[in-house]
């Protein structure tokens, strides 16, 4: 058994604050969100669910929810619940008229799960390698190819990719590498230091 300290964001708090936060954050998301963006947003179920419904609330048309499965997840150590395998990812843009973009082509051409066939809304992907964690971990890191398939999906070269929840600079990374702007933030000093390392990896071609 081992303690899983996520950090201080995820401390026990009222549903109520927890929502009250979702709508505020992505009520500026709405404010810089270009008409023809999208927003993707992961979660599990601790918090999806507010996600979901404040998204519809504030007017967001949700596109897909997308099952991230993990392929190789840890187990359940507790061993009184099934084993947490799966993310969703919501895909929404700003209204139901609203125009987004999506490179239905590419997604085909990669498909999953078979190429050349509609890309489906299970995804397979491995977590993250040991590679991707070589400046320090973050607990709740991305896969490259998971936000590889996100950005190649809804954006093209030169477009800018905003992330208000930088974490360990996975999305900017995968920006970097598919030539797009980035803007990220983050609470965390430590982990904008890792962030950036990273980026500047990729920058250089290391």
């Known amino acids: 058994m081992v303690s899983v300290n996520k950090g201080k964001w995820d401390r026990a708090i009222p549903i109520e604050d927890v929502h009250s936060f979702n709508l505020r954050w992505l009520t500026e998301c709405r404010r810089v969100l270009k008409p023809n ?3 993707f947003v992961s979660g599990t179920s601790h918090n999806i669910y507010s996600v979901g419904f404040a998204m519809q609330t504030l007017g967001y048309k949700i ?4 099952a991230w499965y993990k ?26 008229r609203a125009r987004h973009t999506f490179n239905y082509e590419d997604m085909k051409a990669e498909g999953d799960p078979v190429p050349g066939k509609q890309m489906h809304s299970l995804w397979r992907i491995q977590p993250p390698t040991r590679h991707e964690k070589r400046y320090g971990k973050h607990p709740t890191q991305k896969p490259e190819a998971l936000l590889e398939r996100i950005v190649r999906a ?13 974490g360990s600079g996975t999305t900017g990374v995968v920006a970097a590498r598919l030539g797009r702007a980035y ?3 983050d ?4 982990f904008l230091a890792l962030s950036t390392k990273r980026i500047q990896d990729e920058l250089q071609g290391a």
């Open 37 to 39: 963006g999208t927003i």
């Open 63 to 66: 596109l897909n929810d997308i």
């Open 71 to 96: 392929v190789n997840p840890s187990p359940s150590l507790s061993c009184r619940y099934f084993v947490h395998s799966t993310e969703t990812i919501l895909w929404a843009r700003l209204s139901p």
């Open 154 to 166: 809804a954006s093209n070269p030169g477009d800018v990719v905003l992330d208000p929840f930088n």
């Open 183 to 185: 803007v990220g933030f």
């Open 187 to 190: 609470i965390e000093r430590d």
